[in-house]
């Protein structure tokens, strides 16, 4: 249990540390770059925390750096200097007064229990003593590789896309983005579906899912899909687009 309150306080830390920079900068939105980085701060607190560094342990935390520092990265250049992300515009407008206690509250500290439950896999991992690997472990590596690629080419696809300005006012529905609407998300979660199939490996139990089920959820139901399907809703294109395109598992386009 050392690895999980250590966590919890680190995160504490990191979450009101990122506040306190959102309101300094008046951009909220700034939670979306601490996200990745969280998780890599979960991912070394907690192997320090365990002091143990087996072969299982090490390679969780080197996936979970590798995508952390990918995702951080790509979310800081593309948002930057483009100020206040519209979700996070309208949360401060519907607040008012209180929009840095409700900032710290529904943002910051919720995305913070939000991360900390995504992160129960290397949690699992790094709190256990289990060194030996298993046909699991190389089965999550192979899952997660292959999400891992998936959210990389589609990031780079639609960053493409939308750099040349031919495309201005289009949306993108070629490469990956002509299999599901989403490869990104689609990526993201079968990440952590590949480090639930490692953490099975160490602890064999029902709670190596919690992680996979609720981050998909999450990006299927919550915060994902739903917000950014939202802002195309009105737009003809978008609705002949969804038509021939699955919304989040790859899937054949299917014909006009």
Request: aromatic residues 18%.
């Amino acid at each position: 249990m050392c690895c999980y309150k250590t966590a919890i306080i680190a995160l504490l830390a990191y979450m009101s540390i990122g506040w306190v920079i959102a309101q300094l900068k008046k951009d909220n939105s700034i939670a979306d770059i601490f996200w990745g980085l969280g998780f890599v701060l979960v991912a070394y607190v907690s192997l320090f925390s365990s002091a143990l560094y087996t072969h299982r342990q090490l390679i969780v935390t080197a996936l979970v750096t590798i995508w952390g520092f990918r995702l951080f990265f790509y979310i800081s250049l593309r948002n930057w200097n483009k100020g206040e992300d519209f979700r996070y515009q309208a949360m401060r407008l519907r607040w008012g007064k209180w929009q840095a206690f409700r900032a710290y509250t529904d943002v910051f500290i919720l995305q913070g229990i939000f991360l900390f439950v995504v992160a129960l896999p290397m949690l699992i991992v790094n709190s256990s003593a289990d060194a030996s690997l298993k046909w699991t472990d190389y089965l999550g590596i192979a899952v997660w590789i292959a999400g891992f690629i998936f959210e990389v080419v589609g990031d780079a696809q639609l960053k493409a896309f939308i750099r040349n300005p031919a495309n201005k006012g289009k949306l993108m529905t070629k490469g990956l983005w002509s299999w599901t609407r989403h490869p990104n998300y689609f990526g993201e979660a079968k990440m952590w579906w590949g480090l639930a199939i490692i953490a099975f490996g160490a602890d064999q139990s029902w709670k190596v899912l919690i992680s996979p089920v609720f981050i998909t959820f999450l990006l299927l139901f919550v915060s994902g899909v739903p917000l950014l399907e939202k802002k195309y809703a009105q737009r003809s294109d978008f609705q002949e687009y969804k038509k021939r395109t699955s919304r989040f598992f790859p899937l054949p386009p299917r014909k006009k």
